[in-house]
């Protein structure tokens, strides 16, 4: 069995119930994977802190709190009150990157670099020694059900070298479009998290058990 851990991205939960859906996915996940989109990085929208925070309550995994969002450094007082154990930002958006990431740190919580596809993994050399979790996606962000992009492999594979020749020790997330198909090779090109949406929360509650069994092995 692999020591991989899933985070189930609440984006492809029934919203309706989602205080139910954490309660049902809990007992066969490692953390809860939070999509914040803005509507103007990506486009697509979805929640912010006080949702974040009515669901604090119904778990106590770690939220891993995924901003998509043009200004981050507004609201990440907010995330982190609300509840977020993790908080990953865009390298794309940010002004003051070192800033952001530092700031994140103050606050007690993680603090993550996600890169877009087309961003290189060398991008993040400037920035190793201020995070603790590097977030590849494999789909273009903003909707979930999306394709896995399969050339991400390769950068999964170099964000995992570069990780590796560093001084630091950061984990590695991946999120886009997993499957049980694609899965062992997202694990074996170096991903510590994988963030499942789709996969996660196929059928009823009754199956995601079986779901999230058929990710791990
Ligand atoms: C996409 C999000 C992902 C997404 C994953 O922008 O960051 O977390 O919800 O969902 P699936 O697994 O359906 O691609
Ligand atoms: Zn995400």
Known sequence: MSTVKIAPSLLAANFACLGEEIKAIEPFADMIHLD??????VPNLTFGPLFIKALRSYTSLPFDVHLMVTCPDNYLTEFAQAGANIITVHLETCENLPETLQKIRELGCKAGLALKPDTPAETLSPFLHLVDLILVMTVE???????????????????????????YSIVIEVDG????????????????IIVVGTAAFKGDPSHYAENIEALRH
């Open 36 to 41: 914040v989109m803005d509507g103007h990085f």
């Open 141 to 167: 962000p903003g909707f979930g059900g999306q394709s896995f992009l399969t050339d991400q492999i390769k950068k999964i594979q170099d964000v995992r070298a570069l990780v590796a020749h560093s001084d």
């Open 177 to 192: 479009g997993i499957s049980p198909i694609n899965a062992p090779a997202v694990i074996e090109a170096g991903a510590d």
